[in-house]
């Protein structure tokens, strides 16, 4: 389970338990005030009631002691004459009766009566007013005559349905011819008042409790005297046996079947008054409360959990997230990483914390990689960095297509220096030195990275007084030169070391990549080479690679002493290699290649001693050796029928230094008794640009002479067309490299473009290195008829050669027919 699911599954029902708690404790206190509420309505509404009822007959009270002391009542009373009584008096109280009545209509009659009981008077306000049944009219006196002073009684007469307050008060009055000092009053009759409660309907009809609530007015029996209620029915028994009717305390009873909460309250002796309201209205509203209680109970749930929710997130989830992202990060070496926990509790205290410690990885691993990768001496990179660098500097060259130098230093005399002026002096030299090469080259003045950026060069140092330079940005052997001249000249300011004025030299050994070496560790070896052939020729001064200084010193003294001896004891061979035309079929020519046939290590090919020979000068006598030989053999051969094949012989550029090559060309050519036209002789770019003047002066000779010239390996090295317009050349070899290689676009098309080219030009083109059909098949098509390779033959022994020419013949013809299919 996830964190943010743990702790919202834990705090969820600790927040939720407490809200759902109070929604309901508070749906519960509001429906209680609720109730309470509708419970205080009705007690307030029956109050009302009851206080008019009271207010009504307090009224009444006074007003029947005011109408009773009326002195035309007075006199009617004491007036013993009936006959006056009625005829003179009563007129004048009955309107005096009527007066009242105007003014309180409620008093529905006003009677007078005698003290036996017998009614003599009587106002009624409305005639169909009913009259009372005999007999509680009967029990009305009773009472009124029995109390001492006023009476008040409320009827209902069931008979004439009747319904009435009634208050009667006794009339005493004194006669004019009493002695006043009497103390008993006599009693001269009552004056009675009905009263219709009107207002008590009234009250009922437009009081209401909440919705479908009301009051209603009963007698002691139950009989409903006034009420709103459709159907309520005239009687009420059930209700009235209730044991709280009256005492002001809520009941709930069925009325008309529904449930229903009452609250009664008697006013006047016998009369009740009731309010009701359906308990399901109380319901209702305690429902409607329950669904709002719940309603926002549910929305403070859910704000409060969403609230919750982005908390945990904010305050955990996310910062934890990012921590362990960025400790994946760094896990996998990204110390850059920085942590973003800007906040001050204890995520932000581990955020710190993980952020010092990412510092201080880095800042180790920076130390690590300090002495790892750097001297620490000098503070240079060290030979690991350069071990690492080099490859990819030179991967990125081949990408560019470009340059790349390698400088291999070696202080001439830090040795002695060390031996004589100490170790301090000896590690201050060397300081010096790493500083001063830095200023000679193009630096980063940051950090060098183990990869290069393609901007800089290196200076690492290898060990002891050995430093060696990469320069991934040189354009040409000249700006390698320019360079290590500058490295030179620094190297040889003076030193003061401890007082001593001290000069110091150096060797520099060059190797270019690609010429030198196609991978790092084949340029190191021939920079380590030429730093040697540097030291070895004067010390101070620097060398470019070359072949020839591969051999070394020893092996190349025991080498040049036997090569001196093997062309004194004729242990050279010439071995033929046909060049076919494809057009005849036929053998157009042969290349005659040199093999030394050593008593003890077999055949050796020219590549093994050809440096030795060209540095040692040895390749002069050799090649005059190869030469005759070579025209012999031709001489032989046209003799043997192929009277129209060319035969080429390689010259090397030292045999060119010979001023002579001319005129020996010349002789041997007369001596052997050849036409100049069968010989042709191959040289190299690298040969003209040696020397162009004495090249082109010897070419011009040999070409005057008649001898075809054929520039070799063309394609790799300087491809100048100017040659080819200022020296008499006659034919190119494209070199084997490209022929090897027609797999790749670009070669292909340098191939196309040399033999377009030689055609324009009109030289003659050779393939050289032919070894597959594929390879034949692309060049005859490209119009390159003249090929040479091991396709058709291997450079083999002259006794060979003859019987070479069927195999070509079946090659030719063989490869010929497919085309012509191919084509089709
Ligand atoms: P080169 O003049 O470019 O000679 C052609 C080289 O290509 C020969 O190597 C030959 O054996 C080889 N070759 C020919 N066809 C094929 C092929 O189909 N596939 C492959 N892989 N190689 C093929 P070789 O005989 O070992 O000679 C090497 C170099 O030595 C020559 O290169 C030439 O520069 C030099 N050399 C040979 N003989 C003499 C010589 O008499 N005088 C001088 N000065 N140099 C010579
Ligand atoms: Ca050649
Ligand atoms: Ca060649």
Redesign the pocket.
Known sequence: MKLQTKIISVLMPLMIVPLLVTGWLSYRQMARSVEQRTVAEMQAKLAQAAVEVDTTLVTARANLELFANASLLSQYLLTPDAEQRYTVLQKPLLRLFASYQAAFPAYSEIRVLLPDGTEDVRRRNRLDEPRLSADLDKAFFSALSAAQGQHAAFVHDEVTGRVAFLLGAPIRLRGPDQDPLTTVVPLRGYLVIGVRPDFMAARVHGERIGKQGSLFVTDDHGHVLYHRLDGLGATLPAIMHHETVGHAQPFVAPIKGTETILLSRGVFENVKLFAMLPVSEVLADGKALGTWAALVTLVAIAVAASLLFLFVRLVLVRPIQELSRAAHEIGEGNLERRILIGRKDEVGELATAFDDMRRNLAASNERVRQIAYFDQLTGVPNRTLFHEFLPEAIAQTRLRNDKLALLLLDTDNFKRINDTLGHDAGDRLLREMAARLESCLRTSRKRPGVTPNGEHDLVARLGGDEFICVLPLVKSRTTAGMVARRILDAATQPLDLQGHEVLVTTSIGIALYPDDGEDAEELIKHADIAMYEAKRTGKNTSRFYAPAMAINYAERLALEGELRRALERGEFR??Y?PIVDLESGDIAGA?????WQHPERGTI???AF?AV??ATGL?RG??VW?LRE?CHQLKAWMAAGLDAMTL?????S??FQDAELATRVAETLDEVGLPARRLQV?L?ESTIIQSETAVAELLNKLHARGVRIAL??FGTGYSSLSYLRRFPIDAL?I??SF??NLGDASDKAIVQAIIAMAESLRLDVTA????EQGQLDFLRHSGCHLI????FA??SPPEQFLSLRNQIRERCGHSATRMRVADA
Not at 591 to 595: F, G, I, K, M, N
Not at 648 to 652: A, E, F, K, T
Not at 768 to 771: A, C, L, N, T
Request: glycine residues 6%.
């Open positions: 010439l071995h290699q290349e005659a290649l040199l093999r090919a020219p590549d050809m020979a060209e390749i050799i090649g190869v070579a080429s012989v390689n010259l090397s030292v045999q191959e190299t070799d390996d070899k070199d084997k022929v090897s050289e290195g032919v070894e040479q390779g091991y396709w291997k450079p």
